[in-house]
């Protein structure tokens, strides 16, 4: 097991340092928020990371204490890393970020169990303290995120059409979906076709559009 890192505080006294895994697809952003985060006396960054199919593998290997992630990642996106880390290794909480307060991916991150869903763009100093307060066992949402999802319209889709629509989303031919869902071909075609009526849309690319701009999708 490994052991909570200690630092010297200056009051004499010691601070456990808070492990941290970081998955970031943007190189320049990634680094920087490295940089500002390992300013932190109590704060390491212990993994970096640029796809979410491989946030599970590196937890399991490092053991943070808590994964910063981008919810748009290559791979697999935010959320769905944040629910293997739930399953698998859930005493590493979560804190996820975002650059847009689309209303739909609030209620996937609550269902997710992250512990925290914060913007990309609030301050260094923000960041940090919603790190330090997801790690003492609070749940952190951003005001501003928490308004647009009770804004937010509900989506027409169910969990199933949803499920199959994502999965077009990352690039997964009808074939794919259907051996993944073990559902038939033609049933997955089904799906697609519904969720084009349901969501007005001229076709899938423009489904996935309306889906994704509406929170629906990650």
Known sequence: MIQDAKIDRA???????????LAEDMNMVRGALV??????????????LERGDKILAAALEVRPDIAVIDIDLPGLDGLSAA???????PECRTLMLTSLGRPGTLRRA??????????KDDS?????SAIRRVVAGQRVIDSKLAVAAWNGLESPLTDRETEVLRMAAQGSEAAEIAGELH?????????????????KARNRVDAIRIARDAGWLV
Not at 35 to 48: K, P, R, T, Y
Not at 124 to 128: C, D, G, S, V
Request: overall charge negative.
């Open 110 to 119: 609550l269902a997710a169990q992250v512990s925290g869903y914060i913007l």
């Open 124 to 128: 260094p100093k923000e960041l940090a």
């Open 11 to 21: 009051d004499g006294g010691l601070a456990t340092v808070i492990r941290i895994l």
């Open 35 to 48: 940089a500002l985060l390992e300013m932190e006396d109590d704060l390491e960054v212990v993994s970096e």
């Open 83 to 89: 629910a293997q880390l739930h399953e698998h290794l």
């Open 183 to 199: 559902l038939s071909t033609g049933t997955v075609r089904n799906y697609l076709t519904t969720v084009v009526m349901k969501l």
